[in-house]
C-alpha cells in the first residue's frame, strides 16, 4: 500500500515549536489527535480538537508520568498491519484503533546534561516510551508515518494537501530512516554521558553519534565525495561559524579553516596564522591584527597565496583591506566590524567566517582519526608549556627574549606536522619547516624558507640570524641541532628524552647555544 490517509495521529513533543500550526492542520483533514500532558493542553488551549491518551486507553497515566503511552491500545494501533488479516483480526478484538502518525520528539537530555543537572533529574529526563513509538513506528512505515523534528511537519502537511490527506510510501520510508537515526543518537548521548558519569573515557563500546551540517562538493579530490557533519559541542571554529559571502566552503577549506583557528586560539595578544594545507605558514603576535598579519605574512609570502587566515580579534577594516591585497581563501575571525566587512564585500569569493568566540586551547576533548577496520580515539592535544616547567640544559642561560621567543615556537610547533620544526625572532615565524620524514631535513627547509623570504623582501641576511628555534619532539641526533646553528639560530627549545641527549647538548654547549627542554612532546600526525 503506498497512499496511506490519515485519520489518526497521536503527539507527544517536548519541543511545542510549531504544535498549533500542525495541530489546526491535521484538524482541517479531519484527522483525530491523540496527545499526553503538555502537548494535549497546549492543544486544548489553543481550541483545537484532542483527545488524551488516557481517555483512549482508559488507563490513567501513572508514576509520575513514566508510564502512560506504554499500552495495547497504542503500540498495537501503530504496529498493526494492515494487510495482514490476523492483525486486523487481534485489533478488532481488543478493540484498538489504527494510528496513521506518530509525531514525537523527545524528553531534552542533552539540554538537561547541558545545564548541569544532578544525576537523578538527568536519568528523569530519559525519554522511554516516546523512543517506543519512534521505533515501532519506523518499523511499520508501510502504514504509518513518524516526525522527530518540527522541520518535517511542513513537508508532511503538503504531501498531505496534495493527495487527499494521504502520505507516500516514500515519504514515510525517508521519515523512518530519519527516525532510527534520531532515536540512535539519543541513546549514544544517554551512553557517552553514563560512561563519562561512570568515569570510563573510552568504554568497551563508543558511541558517536554526528549531524550533517553541509553537504560537499567533493572531498580532498574531485573524485572523492564528502559532507561535513557536527558533534554538538558547539566549540567555536568551523562549526559555529556564519559565512558572511564567498563561494561554498569545500573540505579542505574546512580542514585548514579548523587547523588555522585552533593554532590562533593558543594566544592571548592579538595573533594571525596564515595555514596551506593544514600546515601554518606564517604566525605571529602583534600590537594589534594589522601588525600581527604583516609579522605573519612575511614569514613565508609565497605560501600565504591561496591559503587560509585566522585572527583572534575581531576583524577590523584596515587588517580587512591588507588581507584583501594577496589572494586568500578564507578569513576566520572571531567577529568582524562593519567596515571590514564593507572591504571584503569587493572580493566576491574570499569565505569570510565569523565564529562568535574563540576556542579554549586547554578544554578536555577527544579526537578521532579512522584507520582501516577502526579508528584511532585520544584526548586533544591541551598540554602547553610554561616558563616554569622548562629546564635549562645548557651552559649559557637563554636571554629573557630568548625565553619569550622559544615559548611562542614551541606553541606555535605544537600545530606543525611532525617533524616540525619552527624558528621565531621577535615574537613571529621567520621559518617552519613541516612534515618531513627526517629532523635534519625539517631544519633544513626551515632555514631555507627564511633565507628566500628575506632575500625576496630585500634583506642582507636570513631571518634566522639571532632567532630561537623549537622542535616538537627530542633531537635523536645532533645533526638537527646543528643545522639550527649553521642557519643562525641561538636557542633551541626541545621535549628532550633522546638516548643521546648529552650529545645534543654537548653540541649545542660547543656552539653557544641556549638550550631547554619541556620534558613535554607535540606530535602532530
Not at 54 to 65: K, S, V
Not at 249 to 269: I, K, R
Not at 459 to 476: K, L, N, Y
Request: charged content about 20%; some cysteine; glycine content about 8%.
Amino acid at each position: 500500500m503506498s497512499a496511506i490517509r490519515i485519520r489518526r495521529a497521536l503527539i507527544s513533543v517536548s519541543d511545542k515549536t510549531g504544535l498549533l500550526d500542525l495541530g489546526r492542520a491535521l484538524a482541517r483533514h479531519g484527522v483525530e489527535i491523540l496527545s499526553t500532558g503538555g502537548s494535549a493542553k497546549a492543544l486544548a488551549d489553543a481550541g483545537i480538537p484532542v483527545k488524551e491518551v488516557g481517555a483512549h486507553t482508559g488507563f490513567p497515566e501513572i508514576m509520575d508520568g513514566r508510564v502512560k503511552t506504554l499500552h495495547p491500545a497504542i503500540h498495537g494501533g501503530i504496529l498493526g498491519r494492515r494487510d495482514s488479516k490476523d492483525h486486523m483480526g487481534a485489533m478488532e478484538t481488543h478493540k484498538i484503533a489504527p494510528i496513521d502518525l506518530v509525531v514525537v520528539n523527545l524528553y531534552p537530555f542533552a539540554a538537561t546534561v547541558a545545564k548541569g543537572a544532578d544525576f537523578d533529574t538527568c536519568i528523569e529526563n530519559i525519554d522511554i516510551g516516546g523512543p517506543a513509538m519512534i521505533r515501532s513506528s519506523a518499523k511499520n512505515h508501510e502504514f504509518v508515518a513518524v516526525m522527530v523534528e518540527p522541520a518535517q511537519y511542513a513537508e508532511l502537511l503538503a504531501e498531505m494537501d496534495a493527495n487527499g490527506g494521504a502520505t507516500s510510501l516514500d515519504l514515510r520510508r525517508r521519515y523512518a530512516a530519519a527516525a532510527y537515526a534520531h532515536t540512535g543518537a539519543y541513546d549514544a548521548m544517554i551512553s557517552s554521558w553514563f560512561a563519562g558519569q561512570l568515569g570510563e573515557r573510552y568504554p568497551e563500546r563508543l558511541n558517536v553519534t554526528l549531524k550533517r551540517q553541509q553537504a560537499l562538493r567533493y572531498g580532498e579530490n574531485p573524485h572523492q565525495d564528502a559532507a561535513f557533519y557536527v558533534d554538538g559541542s558547539n566549540r567555536p571554529g568551523v562549526a559555529t561559524a556564519r559565512q558572511f559571502q564567498g563561494k561554498e566552503l569545500s573540505y579542505n577549506n574546512l580542514n585548514d579553516t579548523d587547523a588555522a583557528f585552533e593554532a590562533v586560539a593558543e594566544f592571548d595578544l592579538p595573533a594571525c596564522v596564515i595555514v596551506k594545507h593544514a600546515n601554518p605558514c606564517g604566525v605571529a603576535l602583534g600590537s594589534g591584527l594589522h601588525d600581527a598579519y604583516l609579522k605573519a605574512l612575511a614569514c613565508d609570502p609565497v605560501s600565504a597565496f591561496g591559503g587560509i587566515v585566522a585572527v583572534n580579534r575581531p576583524l577590523d577594516a584596515a587588517t580587512a583591506a591588507e588581507i584583501a591585497k594577496i589572494f586568500v581563501e578564507v578569513i576566520v575571525a572571531p567577529d568582524a566590524d562593519d567596515a571590514a566587512k564593507t572591504v571584503l564585500a569587493a572580493k566576491k569569493n574570499l569565505r569570510l567566517l565569523l565564529t562568535g568566540a574563540m576556542p579554549d586551547p586547554l578544554a578536555l576533548g577527544t579526537t578521532f582519526k579512522t584507520v582501516a577496520g577502526g579508528m584511532l580515539v585520544q584526548a586533544r592535544d591541551a598540554g602547553r608549556v610554561m616558563p616554569a616547567d622548562l629546564k635549562v640544559v645548557t651552559k649559557r642561560q637563554p636571554t629573557k627574549a630568548e625565553m619569550d621567543d622559544m615559548l611562542f615556537a614551541f606553541r606555535v610547533a605544537k600545530h606543525v606536522k611532525s617533524n616540525a620544526i619552527v624558528y621565531a625572532k621577535g615574537a613571529a615565524t621567520v621559518g617552519i619547516g613541516a612534515g618531513q620524514m627526517s629532523r635534519v631535513d625539517s631544519s633544513r627547509i626551515a632555514a631555507t624558507k627564511a633565507e628566500e623570504a628575506a632575500k625576496a623582501a630585500g634583506e642582507a641576511q636570513s631571518r634566522c640570524i639571532g632567532s630561537v628555534v623549537a622542535s616538537d619532539a627530542f633531537f635523536p641526533f645532533a645533526d638537527g641541532l646543528l643545522a639550527a646553528a649553521a642557519a643562525g639560530a641561538t636557542a633551541v627549545i626541545q621535549p628532550g628524552g633522546s638516548m643521546r641527549d648529552n650529545e645534543v647538548i654537548a653540541a649545542a654547549d660547543e656552539k653557544g647555544l641556549a638550550m631547554v627542554m619541556t620534558g613535554l612532546r607535540h606530535f602532530r600526525h
